[in-house]
Antibody, heavy 120, light 107 residues
Framework: QVQLQESGQGLVKPSETLSLTCTVS??????????WSWIRQPPGKGLEYLGY???????TYNPSLKSRVTISVDTSKNQFSLKLTSVTAADTAFYYC????????????WGQGTLVTVSS | EVVMTQSPATVSVSPGDRVTLSCRAS??????LAWYQQKPGQPPRLLIY???TRATGVPARFSGSGSGTEFILTISSLQSEDFAVYFC?????????FGQGTRVEIK
């Protein structure tokens, strides 16, 4: 059973960079069959798909955030990461990492999520 | 981007009731639609994909229908563990987009 676990800062100051890492166990990021994704959810609100990465390093980002978001992968550590620059209070959210089945678009495994608060 | 609109925002039902949740897409997405269930403090769980195919381990009381722009999730006989928020998601276009969710609460 694949498991994903987010880690990183819980509190980020406005204008700084949010950094999170997702560690994958029970499976490998080094697979052609999946994309590795980041999705966020402001408390009590809906879900926003930030982007995904393939193990080859190919990325796709949501145009609404494209200039601020970077997703990278470290196959040696079986991890992938999210960086979001110039954060504001609007970036306060639960951040989830997830696995998307390539070619199907389904998010079949999710991490438990981590709350990131943007505040001075 | 494709805007997904769910209705109602909240529905109050009793255990054993049949409940129908709606999802509308702002443009046609064929049958490329999924439903997720989210309970408090948990990530979303995939229930339905391809508009009508149940994911592994999902009980038969959950069913999905629709295509194009109009979709329905039906829970035939609500169980206590089904009280949750349900999201639809289109994955036909990028960016993938979700509805704002329908909360199923106990009457």
């Amino acid at each position: 059973q694949v498991q994903l676990q987010e880690s990183g800062q819980g509190l980020v100051k406005p204008s700084e960079t949010l950094s999170l890492t997702c560690t994958v166990s029970g499976g490998s990021v080094n697979s052609n069959n999946f994309y590795w994704s980041w999705i966020r959810q402001p408390p009590g609100k809906g879900l926003e798909y930030l982007g995904y990465i393939h193990y080859s390093g190919s990325t796709t980002y949501n145009p609404s955030l494209k200039s601020r978001v970077t997703i990278s992968v470290d196959t040696s550590k079986n991890q992938f990461s999210l960086k979001l620059t110039s954060v504001t209070a609007a970036d306060t959210a639960f951040y989830y990492c997830a696995r998307e089945r390539r070619g199907e678009g389904l998010l079949d495994f999710w991490g438990q999520g981590t709350l990131v608060t943007v505040s001075s | 981007e494709v805007v997904m609109t769910q209705s109602p925002a909240t529905v109050s039902v009793s255990p054993g009731d049949r409940v129908t949740l709606s999802c509308r897409a702002s443009e046609r997405v064929s049958s490329i639609l999924a439903w997720y269930q989210q309970k408090p403090g948990q990530p979303p769980r995939l229930l339905i994909y391809g508009a009508s195919t149940r994911a592994t381990g999902v009980p038969a009381r959950f069913s999905g229908s629709g295509s194009g722009t109009e979709f329905i999730l039906t829970i035939s006989s609500l169980q206590s563990e089904d009280f949750a928020v349900y999201f639809c998601q289109q994955y036909n276009n990028w960016p993938r987009t979700f509805g704002q969710g329908t909360r199923v609460e106990i009457k």
